[in-house]
Nanobody, 126 residues
Framework: QVQLVESGGGLVQAGGSLRLSCAASGRTFSNYAMGWFRQAPGKEREFVTAISWSGGVTYYTDSVKGRFTISRDNARNTVYLQMNSLKPEDTAVYYC???????????????????WGQGTQVTVSS
């Protein structure tokens, strides 16, 4: 079992920045790839970004490329999401997730994730 706890969400103006953190506990963190997803009101949960177990491979959805950066610190059992140049359309609940699929393009699919956090709200005002 892996427990995931997100933090760092909040209210920010358009153009601003936030850094989300996801702290993991339980099984060996470095055994898992990690992903961030988001869900806006009335919309389905969507993939944002993912990182392989080693941190050497990352994936981003097109809408956040160049603005968001995912990273991980396996010594601290934490994955981060640095979000810059935020836009109102980035407003959503952001979830981190852990997948036993340690790398690969399948990480863009929610179904490959075994564990999910409870989410943190990000609101970007215009």
């Amino acid at each position: 079992q892996v427990q995931l706890v997100e933090s760092g969400g909040g209210l920010v103006q358009a153009g601003g920045s936030l850094r989300l953190s996801c702290a993991a506990s339980g099984r060996t963190f470095s055994n898992y790839a990690m992903g961030w997803f988001r869900q806006a009101p009335g919309k389905e949960r969507e993939f944002v970004t993912a990182i392989s177990w080693s941190g050497g491979v990352t994936y981003y959805t097109d809408s956040v490329k160049g603005r968001f950066t995912i990273s991980r610190d396996n010594a601290r059992n934490t994955v981060y999401l640095q979000m810059n140049s935020l836009k109102p359309e980035d407003t959503a609940v952001y979830y981190c997730a852990a997948s036993a699929v340690v790398t690969g393009i399948s990480l863009i699919q929610p179904r490959v994730y075994n564990y999910w956090g409870q989410g943190t709200q990000v609101t970007v005002s215009s």
